[in-house]
Antibody, heavy 115, light 107 residues
Framework: EVQLVESGGGLVQPGRSLKLSCLASGFTFSNYGMNWIRQAPGKGLEWVAS????????YYADTVKGRFTISRDNAKNTLYLQMTSLRSEDTALYYC????????WGQGTLVTVSS | DIQMTQSPSSLPASLGDRVTITCRASQDIGNYLRWFQQKPGKSPRLMIYGATNLAAGVPSRFSGSRSGSDYSLTINSLESEDMAIYYC?????????FGSGTKLEIK
């Protein structure tokens, strides 16, 4: 059974950093690109970043470019999102999703940026 | 960036109705269009891929279609479990972009 489990969310002050993780199981993680998508409270879905299976290709939304870094460790079956210079508008539930199909999603981890 | 204009934002409907939600792409995206269903407190669920293909486990009352730059999700014979928010997603090019969502609710 495919499982994606996000962690690392929490309350953080503006300007600070936070690193999210997504632990994958039930499939060969190194064969799939991965994605981060977020959803602000009561708002719609926003694509954040994508990374190819071997990390050769990485893409970011303009809203996070230069502040967020997506990475992965295929040996640990884990996807990461390093978030720096956090702003209030980064407050959201952060989901990881598998590959180009977007069939499998995690349950999300909540990031709240507030003083 | 490709804009996905989704309509309507809210759709009151009765059980048994046939409803249609539409996304218009600002540029050519081919058939790189997916539809998701999201219920309160839940992760999005893939419903349609490739604009017209039903994802695994999705009831056959759901269907997707394309007319030029307009992409539609149609639900035949609405059931109570279909009440949710629906989003389209274009994945033809980065940055990927979602539609703004359509809240399907009971009239």
């Amino acid at each position: 059974e495919v499982q994606l489990v996000e962690s690392g969310g929490g309350l953080v002050q503006p300007g600070r950093s936070l690193k999210l993780s997504c632990l994958a199981s039930g499939f060969t993680f190194s064969n799939y690109g991965m994605n981060w998508i977020r959803q602000a409270p009561g708002k719609g879905l926003e694509w954040v970043a994508s990374i190819s299976s071997s990390s050769s290709y990485i893409y970011y939304a303009d809203t996070v470019k230069g502040r967020f870094t997506i990475s992965r460790d295929n040996a640990k079956n884990t996807l990461y999102l390093q978030m720096t210079s956090l702003r209030s508008e980064d407050t959201a539930l952060y989901y990881c999703a598998r590959g180009g199909s977007y069939y499998y999603w995690g349950q999300g981890t909540l990031v709240t940026v507030s003083s | 960036d490709i804009q996905m204009t989704q309509s309507p934002s809210s759709l009151p409907a009765s059980l048994g109705d046939r409803v249609t939600i539409t996304c218009r792409a600002s540029q050519d995206i081919g058939n790189y269009l997916r539809w998701f269903q999201q219920k309160p407190g839940k992760s999005p669920r893939l419903m349609i891929y490739g604009a017209t293909n039903l994802a695994a486990g999705v009831p056959s009352r759901f269907s997707g279609s394309r007319s030029g730059s307009d992409y539609s999700l149609t639900i035949n014979s609405l059931e109570s479990e279909d009440m949710a928010i629906y989003y389209c997603l274009q994945h033809n090019e980065y940055p990927l972009t979602f539609g703004s969502g359509t809240k399907l609710e009971i009239k």
